[in-house]
């Protein structure tokens, strides 16, 4: 437990310092959100039409971004190897990391989410859900993202790559993320893609530690 | 068993025996199923001719399912037991698979025009299957994106078992989701619900897919096998050359 603090707290402590990185993470979900009515048209009705949808892609993206150096920097100096080598087993090195990435990146979308889904003039009714979805849905893109972050370490072109080894196994998250919102606009109980993203959740943080730690122990052989 | 083909000499010798027979059984089987599919099994009538699609696009869409299973088995054995020839029956098999399952999302979408009205609709068989076609891209831009090949089929075998979690979504899709694509008819528990005349070029079109599945299979092995060994050799020759 003492070691997955520590980590955790110098994986905060890092990206405090360096205070720029998770800022643009939130730039580029605002700018990618901001595209949609310049490309879609400023009509109010489509927007409202749209903004789950753009909101969860949009927040889906921002995290793929930044998923790319969750471990990059820490296999590029060595230090993952000292990680590897320490006391707490490695599944526990990486949850720590992906606490830590989720409270960098995944906390600032979600303060962001509302203020964007304001500027796309999405109906009030889902703004209460789009919060729940995202606290469900954005740990699980991050403990996902773990796993393809782990297994592209050392590869000729990464963040391409992880694009298309990450986004195919995070449409659950985004169909049912953009179910939950759009029940909760249309007046329907939003109970069952609330659950099934509880459920995927709950699959991925017993699951992804593994995976992740085998594809950081294979990087570092 | 499972020790003796882990020398790929052994192996080779074994798929070169197979290989005459699986593509004598595929040309035998493929020439019956489309017979009977094309000419002698009725028309649908509902559907007309257009149910005749059906003989391709089953199965191609079994055979997706069938080599991912068997790419993430290999590629399971490959990565436990540091069995040779799993690793390269895995990579072999993943090009196959994605062609199977571009083939059965072709051959959905040229029936679903006529019949549904679309070319594609999104629901969750094929959305699921559309997954499962990116997992095959995925895993093959893996395996060849290290300079070290040994590192690439080691991530790639992981990402094989983490896809896996899509198998069953695509198999139960129909019953868990009231889906545009219609449930289970061949496999179920009371029988299937086809008419013989139709189930017969079904399973002689399966036995052909599966059968030249194995063949290509063999193909690709020897082909990368035999490149294996001839590196080897061109760098015993220029070290040799250099001493």
């Known amino acids: ?221 | 068993m499972f020790n003796y083909f882990a020398n790929p000499r052994r192996f080779m010798k074994l798929a070169t025996v197979l290989s005459p027979w699986l593509a004598g059984a595929t040309i035998v089987l493929a020439a019956a199923g489309l017979y009977l599919g094309l000419f002698a099994s009725p028309a649908d009538y509902q559907q007309g001719e257009t149910v005749r699609i059906m003989y391709v696009h089953v199965p191609a869409a079994w055979m997706a399912l069938f080599c991912y299973m068997g790419l993430a088995i290999s590629a399971a054995v490959g990565l436990i037991w540091k069995h040779p020839v799993a690793d390269v029956a895995a990579r072999a098999t993943a090009p196959i698979g994605a062609c199977f399952t571009f083939l059965a999302l072709l051959t959905g979408s040229l029936w679903g025009k006529p019949m549904w009205g679309a070319w594609w609709v999104w629901d969750a068989r094929l959305t699921s299957v559309l997954v499962l076609f990116f997992l095959y891209l995925g895993y093959m831009a893996l395996n060849s994106a290290f300079d070290d090949p040994q590192r690439g089929s080691k991530a790639s075998a992981i990402l094989a078992m983490v896809g896996l979690v899509n198998v069953p979504i695509i198999k139960f899709s129909v019953d868990w989701w009231n889906t545009l694509h219609q449930p289970a008819s061949i496999v179920r528990m009371d029988g299937p619900t086809i008419h013989p005349d139709m189930l017969w070029p079904l399973f002689l079109m399966i036995g052909a897919f599966t059968t030249y599945y194995l063949w290509v299979l063999m193909l690709r092995m020897r082909r990368e096998l035999t490149e294996t060994r001839l590196r080897a050799r061109r760098q015993i020759q220029a070290e040799e050359a250099g001493a």
């Not at chain 1, 707290?9 to 009515?37: C, E, N």
């Open chain 1, 1 to 221: 437990m003492t070691g997955f603090r520590a980590i955790l707290m110098r994986d905060l402590r890092l990206a405090l310092r360096q205070g720029m990185d998770s800022a643009m993470v939130v730039m580029f979900f605002v700018i990618a959100v901001v595209l949609f009515p310049l490309g879609v048209g400023p009509e109010p009705n489509v927007l409202a039409r749209i903004a789950p949808g753009v909101l969860w892609v949009a927040a889906l993206l921002s995290v793929l971004l930044s998923l790319e150096r969750l471990f990059h920097a820490d296999f590029e100096d060595g230090s993952l190897e000292l990680l590897a080598l320490s006391p707490p087993a490695l599944e526990v090195v990486v949850l720590a990391k992906v606490l830590a990435h989720w409270l960098i990146t995944g906390l600032p979308l979600i303060v962001a989410a509302p203020v964007l889904a304001v500027l796309l003039n999405m109906p009030a009714d889902g703004f209460g859900l789009l919060l729940l979805a995202l606290l469900l849905g954005t740990p699980t893109l991050s403990l996902i993202g773990a796993v393809g972050a782990a297994l592209i370490l050392g590869s000729r072109r990464g963040g391409v790559l992880l694009a298309l080894l990450i986004l195919p196994l995070f449409i659950p998250v985004l169909i049912f993320g953009v179910g939950a919102v759009e029940a909760a606009i249309g007046g329907f109980p939003a109970r069952a893609p609330l659950l099934l993203l509880g459920a995927i959740f709950a699959g991925a943080l017993a699951l992804c530690p593994w995976g992740a730690a085998a594809g950081l122990r294979q990087a570092l052989e």
